[in-house]
């Protein structure tokens, strides 16, 4: 992940804790994906990043669109 | 009008109403001819490959194979052809890309048809062309950008999107609007609007209103 992001030419990583919740959010201005399309050839990494977030009841979603970029974010709560 | 300064323009663009305007618009022009039109970027391979065209007005978002792919191809087989990005993409970056793929321009969709004219003119000649509305989002892109690095650790600063987004919100627009303009989902714009809340310590619009014309942001007073 680190050497895909070293090729663009902008990423942000936030980390952002409230009250409530911690949400990390990780955007590139790089190729982008279809969304939809990460069910057949992605190797496990999004789905498995998924599950842990789902194992702290938290949230992920993938926002992506082909030479956009992509944003993930995961928003897990604190209680 | 000499025969070698008639510009043969090829429109490629996924939407053929589009294509079909700008031949009706291009039909009363004496130095310019609708040379012919693409869906695609396949098409507009085709095309190029086998009809002398000196300008290309390229869209961005087309499903097989994007405007800044396209460009590279014709740039490959046709190095002399000029790219001229008409496009309703108004992000840096899709600016950026167009341009290192080898655009000679880039002009908005909601541009008037004489700027287009005078795009198809200038980058013929083999000059640059940028929109006036482009201008406008690289110099705003610029000033906001000022600081050299974005890299902050423990501050609570806003990224470059989310001053957009910002910028956004204190014009009236709803989430939906913001999406749409900005190519990004709903829910990540609720997400960026949930974060500017919490790294502003602002609860309401107001509250971030506030922040953006604190930090010079946005005018207090437009216009």
Do not use: C, W
Request: proline share 2%; hydrophobic share 40%.
């Amino acid at each position: 992940m680190q050497l895909n992001m070293l090729r663009r030419s902008l990423f942000t990583v936030q980390l952002i804790k409230s009250e409530k919740e911690v949400t990390l959010m990780v955007e590139d201005n790089g190729h982008g994906f279809n969304v939809n399309d990460t069910g057949t050839n992605n190797g496990g990494g999004i789905g498995n990043i998924k599950s842990r977030v789902e194992n702290l009841n938290g949230s992920m979603y993938v926002d992506s669109l082909i030479d956009r970029g992509t944003i993930v974010s995961i928003v897990i709560p604190l209680k | 009008m000499s025969q070698e300064k008639i510009i043969k323009v090829l429109v490629v663009d996924d939407h053929q109403l589009i294509i079909d305007g700008l031949k009706s618009l291009l039909q009363d022009e004496p130095d310019i001819v609708f040379a012919g039109g693409a869906n695609s970027m396949q098409e507009a391979i085709d095309f190029v490959s086998n009809n002398p065209v000196q300008v290309v007005l390229a869209d961005i978002s087309m499903p097989e194979g994007s405007g800044i792919e396209t460009t590279r191809s014709l740039k490959e087989i046709q190095p002399d052809i000029q790219i001229l990005a008409l496009t309703m993409h108004e992000d840096i970056n899709m600016i950026r890309k167009m341009v290192e793929a080898g655009a000679s321009g880039y002009i908005l969709k909601r541009t008037n048809m004489n700027e287009v004219l005078e795009a198809i003119r200038i980058v013929a000649k083999g000059e640059k062309y940028l929109g006036r509305d482009v201008q406008e989002i690289l110099l705003n892109n610029m000033s906001q950008s000022a600081t050299p690095s974005e890299l902050t650790v423990g501050q609570s600063v806003l990224t470059q999107r989310e001053k957009e987004i910002l910028i956004l919100i204190a014009n009236e627009m709803q989430n939906d609007e913001i999406a749409e303009k900005l190519f990004i989902s709903e829910r990540t714009v609720e997400t960026h609007r949930h974060n500017m809340f919490t790294k502003t310590k602002t609860k309401s619009i107001v509250g971030l209103i506030k922040y953006a014309i604190a930090n010079g942001l946005i005018d207090e007073n437009p216009g």
